[in-house]
């Protein structure tokens, strides 16, 4: 009685392996071909290219690097403190939009005092933030809800822990 067998092409199993390989920091492409554009590839550390490894490995959520950021100050005018509040809630809707934007968070210091603290992987990911549509909210707003121009500090972020 004749069996029936299948023949396997390199390909075949070169693609079976490839979807079976799960993201690891400790494995590096020995030739990396990278795209010379993604925060990793500017860093060179150019095994860790974003755009070329999506393409291969099915990688889990790995931890983000964060190395600058933006401190803002606000204070609010009198009686304007509540619609302060209510701007800053509606500004986490869009910079969820924003992927450079890795952490921002609205804070409250006091009974008018109100800020924004926010951080990104490079100068870029600021800049993008620094143009987009919160700062031009910001920019739009502040003589109807700031006692004086908010602040905007620019800093380097020397550590950081985030969420894995």
Not at 28 to 51: E, M, R, W, Y
Not at 99 to 105: D, E, K, L
Not at 110 to 138: C, M, N, T, W, Y
Request: glycine content about 4%.
């Amino acid at each position: 009685m004749a069996t029936a067998t299948t023949t396997r092409t390199n390909d075949h199993i070169q693609k079976d392996v490839l979807h079976e390989l799960k993201w690891n920091p400790h494995v590096v492409n020995p030739f990396p071909i990278a795209c010379g554009h993604c925060f990793f590839c500017k860093q060179t550390l150019k095994s860790l290219c974003d755009n070329t490894l999506k393409k291969y490995i099915k990688h889990e959520r790995r931890s983000i690097m964060v190395n600058v950021g933006l401190l803002v100050l606000l204070e609010a005018k009198p009686g304007k403190e509540a619609e302060v509040e209510r701007f800053l809630h509606d500004g986490l809707v869009i910079v969820q939009q924003e992927p450079a934007t890795i952490a921002w968070f609205a804070i409250r210091m006091g009974p008018s005092a109100f800020g924004i603290f926010d951080v990104f992987p490079d100068e870029a990911g600021r800049q993008a933030h620094l143009s987009g549509k919160v700062a031009a909210a910001l920019r739009s707003k502040a003589d109807e809800l700031f006692a004086q121009s908010p602040t905007i500090e620019k800093i380097d972020v020397l550590a950081a822990k985030l969420p894995q």
